[in-house]
């Protein structure tokens, strides 16, 4: 159960920066916070990452309530044995709930960390989008541990 929470503070900490970006950036403006290599933009985009199938809303519902139904199975499947696998499918969880709001309401996504790294322009991304690939990161973490400590427990 804890780990709806942390996936509902997720939501909360996503959702609170998308409408500070919304209500005190005018869209293209941008904020250097560290010169050349970090910038708060206010940005929009109606695709998934480097803004691919732009507008294909109806296809990001049914994609991100997939992910929905695959990652609550997955939390109450796995998440007693492992508290990383928890923790991971939970960030997993709130990034896309974060991602689907926007979707569904503005019917596009808010973005707004704009990083410069090695003179390329990375997409500008958000909250949700951070807490997606970290949460993917932990899965994968989280498996390899575990298939080690099988291996060793059969050894
Ligand atoms: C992170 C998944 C993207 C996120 O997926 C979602 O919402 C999920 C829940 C629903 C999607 C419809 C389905 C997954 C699409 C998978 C995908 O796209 C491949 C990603 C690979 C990954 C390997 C590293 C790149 C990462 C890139 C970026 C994120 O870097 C931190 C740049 C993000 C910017 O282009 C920003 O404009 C995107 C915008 O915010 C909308 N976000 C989404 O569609």
Do not use: C
């Not at 970290?134 to 541990?145: D, H, K, P, R, S």
């Amino acid at each position: 159960m804890q780990y709806f929470i942390i996936a509902l503070v997720v939501i909360i900490i996503d959702q609170l920066t998308k409408w500070w970006v919304v209500s005190s950036m005018k869209l293209g403006e941008s904020i250097t916070v560290i010169e050349g290599f970090f910038n708060l933009t206010s940005h929009r985009n109606t695709g998934a990452a480097w803004g691919i199938l732009a507008g294909q809303m109806f296809f990001f519902y049914i994609i991100t309530s997939i992910v929905i139904v695959i990652v609550i199975y997955y939390i109450r499947k796995f998440a007693k044995e492992s508290a990383l696998m928890g923790w991971a499918l939970a960030i997993i969880l709130g990034g896309a709930i974060g991602n689907f709001i926007d979707r569904l309401f503005r019917k596009e996504v808010v973005d707004f960390f704009d990083f410069i790294i090695f003179n390329y322009d990375f997409p500008i991304f958000n909250i949700a989008d951070s807490a997606l690939v970290v949460g993917v990161g932990l899965v994968i973490i989280a498996t390899i541990l575990d298939e080690k400590k099988k291996g060793r427990s059969k050894a």
